[in-house]
């Protein structure tokens, strides 16, 4: 058991938050994550200071120019430009913002229905349980992406539209994830001592019971995100996603297809911001189940 | 959903009662797909675009020639009319007719089906046959160089676009080496009528030389694109579930007997860590099929996933319907037997009733 060896020798008990931080901190994977992941918030917030060039703007006399290290490169273009001469990496950075946008915009989208249909569906045994359930059900038999995609061709191809298709997607993993563990505080004593105190319905579901259960809700957050912005490039990449000429990242990719072989730095890029973007997020989720799984934790 | 906790309530293996149980998950399936059905019947109808002005394009068509096929394809009927008659059709295995050829759904199903079965299979063998060894070399060998290695390339697999991992595959071993065919399931130089729909087995069959062969080279990186996030998978979920095993008293007890590491490891260990392996990898087949459409786009794979992204560009609403059902229907059989296999497995599910 590793001794915390910076720790003053009079130090009250750590607090639930203080612990938390001190068990993540330990995990070094999941600290790099941070950092990585920290990095490209700051560019995705900064990408209008930061992007050499608009990610749109076309300079017709650069077209395909490799990165920068490669023959025939150009400084003015440090990752090369695309097939029609845009900058590849303001392109890549205002991608960023898109991409990171789409995971905390399904995340907080998925996570408040599904916690409050998930609430629901633990205090209102009956039909209102019965109907969200087996409706949660019906969603998780349809293969993720297919269901995105067919939300997506029923309300047709955009940005919106993709956040929207998988948040629904997304649903069902928060409605059972808080009905269950909602179920099992529920029946503690300190819910019973709430309700004893004169506490109604609502704010022992939001104020009592809803505090104890976040700690699988926060892990699962992080997966979300990770996997919300792979479906989110995967519809770009078919076509259903964000439209051209926006720079999200899975759209490049459908659009450079056909220059695998002449000019593969434009699809080489993309992929690799959207690898690197998950990978964080992964570390950084794998850290915080880590961290927040008694089991795990070292004491 | 990496980590997943196995799920509750397995079912008995033996007797009356996994029969009832079994009958009983098979009819809760009846309500689940009636509302699938139900809802892309409702989702498909709020799609912009008439199907049959898709069809006839740009020339036009007469206010007479519009009727009539409005009429023939049930279209001028009330919506519950509809819904109730696809239901009826449903029920007598008919799942509609593509607008675009003219075949019946269940038909294109079937032919194109085996092409995704066989390369979902291929894929889950080759996550399974890497995925669960990774993880128990990593458990045995828990916070060595090994360990670290294999778990960061489980986590690069599991935060992989396969669809760009499928388009490097491509360029790596396709264009630059020449080594593997970019897309389709076996050279066109061979032809023969399939007697499975198994590319692998037909080809063999047809005893054409090198067919076979070409069959495998056209199978490989499909195989590798499609398996790499359940590969990742299993190795992580493997290693948790080793590490937990490992620790437990019959473990200590087995080696104390004095039994060999490989024993120990191979028999007594994993055989208990692979049951919530069996959970992961049930829920993988929907991944798996999600998985297919991408990987089947980028190698022009002529299975279920191309069908249906074809059919979403051709607007062919009764194939994407009856697609979309079919796929969930075989997603929700298999979820039904990986439960079953779950108590065969874990013998005290099995004895507990």
Redesign the interface.
């Known amino acids: 058991m590793p001794a915390d060896r910076t720790a003053p020798a009079v130090m009250a008990p750590p607090g639930a938050f203080a612990s938390f931080v001190r068990a993540f901190a330990e995990n070094r994977a999941a600290v790099a994550g941070f950092f990585i992941l920290a990095l490209l918030v700051f560019v995705a917030i900064f990408a209008n200071f930061l992007a050499p060039h608009s990610p749109v703007e076309q300079f017709r006399d650069f077209v395909r120019i490799p990165p920068m290290w490669q023959e025939g490169g150009n400084p003015a273009f440090p990752l090369g430009t695309d097939e029609v001469g845009r900058d590849m990496l303001s392109r890549l950075m205002f991608g960023a913002r898109l991409s990171l946008f789409i995971g905390l915009a399904v995340v907080a989208a998925s996570m408040v229905f599904g916690i409050v249909l998930g609430l629901v569906a633990a205090f209102f045994t009956g039909w209102p349980s019965i109907l969200i359930m087996?409706?949660m059900?019906?969603i998780?038999?349809?293969?993720?992406?297919?269901l995105a995609?067919?939300?997506v061709?029923?309300?047709?191809p955009s940005l919106t539209n993709t956040i929207v298709a998988i948040t629904v997607v997304y649903l069902p993993?928060y409605v059972r994830l808080v009905r269950a563990s909602a179920l099992t505080e529920k029946s503690r004593d300190y819910v019973t001592a709430a309700r004893v105190a004169g506490a109604g319905t609502f704010h022992i579901m939001f104020r009592t019971v809803l505090p104890n259960c976040m700690a699988p809700i926060i892990v699962q957050a992080a997966?979300t995100i990770?996997n919300a912005i792979?479906e989110a490039?995967?519809l770009g990449?078919?076509g259903?996603g964000a439209q051209p000429p926006s720079p999200e990242w899975?759209a490049m990719?459908a659009s450079a297809?056909e220059f695998?072989?002449s000019a593969?730095w434009i699809?080489?890029e993309?992929?690799l911001a959207?690898?690197i973007t998950?990978?964080a997020?992964?570390?950084v989720g794998?850290g915080l189940?880590d961290a927040l799984d008694p089991k795990m934790r070292r004491s | 959903?990496?980590?997943q906790a196995p799920r509750p309530g397995a079912p008995p293996t033996t007797g009356p009662l996994m029969f009832s149980f079994v009958v009983r998950r098979i009819l809760l399936v009846i309500?689940?797909f009636i509302?699938?059905a139900f809802?892309?019947f409702v989702?498909?109808r709020?799609?912009?675009g008439d199907p049959i002005e898709v069809r006839t394009g740009e020339r036009g068509i007469s206010p007479e020639r519009l009727a009539y096929f409005r009429h023939e394809l049930g279209l001028d009927q009330p919506v519950w009319k509809q819904f109730l008659d696809y239901l009826w059709q449903l029920a007598h295995g008919d799942f509609g007719t593509s607008l675009s050829t003219h075949a019946p759904v269940l038909t294109e199903f079937t032919t194109l089906f085996p092409a995704t079965l066989e390369l979902a299979l291929s894929a889950m063998i080759f996550a399974v046959v890497l995925g669960v060894p990774a993880g128990v070399i990593a458990a045995t060998r828990r916070g060595t160089f090994v360990d670290y290695s294999l778990m960061g390339v489980a986590?690069?697999g599991?935060?992989?676009?396969i669809?760009?991992?499928g388009?490097?595959l491509?360029?790596f071993f396709s264009?630059t080496l020449g080594w593997t065919p970019v897309s389709g399931r076996i050279d066109l130089l061979y032809y023969f009528e399939p007697t499975t729909g198994f590319m692998l087995i037909d080809s063999w069959l047809s005893g054409e030389d090198g067919a076979f062969a070409s069959a495998v080279s056209h199978l490989i990186l499909p195989t590798v694109v499609l398996g790499t996030i359940p590969l990742a998978t299993i190795a992580r979920m493997t290693r948790s579930t080793m590490l937990e095993v490992l620790g437990e008293d019959y473990v200590r007890t087995a080696r104390a007997k004095g039994l060999s590491p490989f024993r120990v490891i191979g028999i007594h260990a994993l055989r208990n860590a692979l049951i919530p392996v069996v959970t992961v990898i049930g829920l993988q087949v929907?991944?798996l099929?999600?998985?297919a459409?991408?990987t089947e786009?980028i190698f022009s794979w002529p299975g279920i996933g191309t069908w249906?992204?074809e059919s979403?560009q051709r607007r062919d609403y009764p194939v994407?319907q009856g697609g979309?059902l079919l796929?969930?229907g075989i997603?929700?059989l298999i979820n039904i037997l990986v439960d079953l296999l779950y108590g065969v497995l874990n013998p005290r599910i099995r004895h507990a009733r």
């Open positions: 087996r409706a059900d019906v998780l038999s349809v293969p993720s992406l297919l995609i067919v939300i061709a029923v309300i047709g993993n997966l990770s792979l490039a995967a990449f078919l259903l899975g990719l297809r695998l072989q593969s699809v080489t993309p992929g959207i690898l998950v990978i997020i992964n570390l794998d189940r | 959903m990496p980590d309500p689940t509302a699938i809802l892309t989702a498909i709020l799609v912009p986590l690069t599991f935060s992989m676009p669809f760009w991992w388009l490097l491509i360029l264009v929907g991944m099929m999600a998985g459409v991408l786009y249906l992204i979403i994407l979309i796929v969930s997603v929700i």
